[in-house]
């Protein structure tokens, strides 16, 4: 196939996490979850406002920290949702997330780093006080645009008819 040349396409992203501590009456430990669990957390990759980003991204695999149970996860796309893991837990740690594309753009995987943040450390006074309005969630998200350079043709009118 032929490249569309000198044409650069940006694809806009959010990624990153959401922990809420446990608690009775806002977040409340469903059963069997461990006792040293101290919170519930979410890492997603989505589009911006939940635009979908399935046209682009295929697939997307999760590597946790090793003490989690399953701790390599693939995701496959669902038109429209975005790319998530829920899980509970007692630590920060490093998640790895390799981005999978779509066939038709001849993309190797790519892959992206992210802190599991559960704590509101390094925060001023008024992100505290928005984070205890919102029952204490704790998100750490990354604004990113996925740059496709001289996408192949087919790929490109993927990319533009949406
Ligand atoms: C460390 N930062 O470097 C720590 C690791 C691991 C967190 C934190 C386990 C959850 C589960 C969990 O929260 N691990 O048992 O499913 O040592």
Known sequence: GKRVKGVQILRPFVYGTTAKP?????NPKPPG?????THSWTVFIKGIDDVDITYWL???????????????RMVEGIKGQP??????????????MKLYYVPE???????LYHH?????????????????????????????????????EPFYEILTSG
């Open 58 to 72: 295929r697939r997307v695999q999760f590597k946790l920290h090793e003490s989690i149970p399953n701790h390599v």
């Open 105 to 111: 753009s001849s993309e190797k995987p790519q892959t």
């Open 22 to 26: 446990f608690d009775e009456k806002t």
């Open 116 to 152: 599991l943040r559960l704590h509101p450390f390094g925060r001023t006074e008024e992100e505290k006080e928005a984070m205890r309005l919102n029952g204490g969630e704790v998100i750490s998200w990354v604004y990113e645009e996925q740059i496709f350079n001289e996408p192949y």
């Open 83 to 96: 790319f998530q893991i829920h899980e509970t837990g007692w630590g920060e740690f490093e998640i790895t």
């Open 33 to 37: 979850v461990p006792d040293d669990h």
